[in-house]
């Protein structure tokens, strides 16, 4: 059987720019591309070092516009592994990331929510296994 990844996510975005000054400047991902396709359209990738990457996809139509921040209905729609949570967690409230609650042991590690400019939820999260 052939090994398979999911390599790339869309996440779609108001605004090219705004979003990569949160997921670049405060959650500290990497900008891996940034091209200029014509007619006010980016192809625009960023993501954490060694993780799966998003590409920003500025909304082009009001369906579009409708599902930034709720593409998955108000669950959390990303996981966010660190191996240091505490560093991490102080990193980001210090960027201005807004946190929906405390940091909380779960069985399967620390956890807390945040939530993107955008009304996007994640679970930063230290694995308790971290193989």
């Given amino acids: 059987m052939s090994t398979q990844s999911i390599a790339q996510i869309t996440l779609v975005v108001p605004d090219y720019d705004e979003a990569i000054a949160f997921y670049v400047g405060a959650l500290g991902f990497d900008l891996v591309e940034d091209t200029d396709m014509g007619g006010g359209k980016r192809w ?61 042991q779960e069985p399967y590690g620390t956890v807390a929510v945040f939530s993107d400019p955008f009304g996007n939820r994640w679970d930063l999260i230290e694995p308790k296994d971290k193989t």
């Fill in 44 to 104: 625009v990738v960023v993501g954490p070092v060694g993780g799966a990457r998003l590409l920003l996809a500025k909304a082009a139509s009001p369906t579009q516009t409708a599902a930034i921040g709720n593409q998955t209905g108000g669950r959390v729609s990303f996981f966010l592994h660190t191996d240091d949570f505490t560093r991490c967690h102080e990193q980001f409230m210090a960027a201005g990331v807004t946190f929906d609650d405390s940091p909380r």
